[in-house]
């Protein structure tokens, strides 16, 4: 079974910290996203992955910026936090970008509060 | 813009009778589609997929069908459990699944 790991499951941070999340998985898939879900807007996309040091922009990415030093581990960084980002934030891999038709697997997310 | 809807926010059906959740789309380059399913606390699990040269797609008690010319997808569940009771979330993506969009979720509570 893949397994999706987010370094922490609640996380509360001040306005204006720089805040960084974490998320690994181990079943060396080549793409990595970085999700928040809102009540009634569902999965919103933010960012995304390739490969190691590639990453696209999803719907949101105003305020966010990501890293992937490493295959297995793709990180989410708030650059500057603030009280609207906060949000579940949810890790997701899939297979590889040749490869049609492929589910997403999730990790369990993470739920941030920005005071 | 929403490519993806769930009109219905929740849903409750009774242990044993057919739950059945809806979903559209606008997005007609859209050609796989997908249901997750998730508990509170947890992520999103993958459930059941179609892609667009199907119509219908099943797995045990959970079937999935896909009508391209309404640009509409359902899921239905038979019979229901009270262990079905969660939040689903429908999905649909292009030709490869790096820009799959999700719907807002239904909760479905199926009472015992």
Redesign the interface.
Known sequence: DVK?TQSS?YLVKRTGEKVFLECVQDMDHE?MFW?RQDP??????IY?S?DVKMK?KGDIPEGYSVSREKKERFSLILESASTNQTSMY?C?S?LG??L??????????TRLSIL | D?Q?K?NS?SLSVQEGRISILNCDYTNSMFD?F?W?KKYP??????LI?I?SIKDKNEDGRFTVFLNKSAKHLSLHIVPSQPGDSAVY?C?ASP???????????TRLTVKP
């Open positions: 999706v499951r793409n999700y009634g807007l569902g999965l919103r996309l995304f390739y696209e949810l997701a899939s970008r040749d049609d038709n492929q589910p997403q697997h999730f990790g369990d997310g | 929403q993806v769930q926010p796989y997908l997750y606390a947890e992520g999103p699990t993958f997929s892609s979330f999905a030709y490869n699944n790096n820009d799959m969009r999700f719907g807002a979720g």
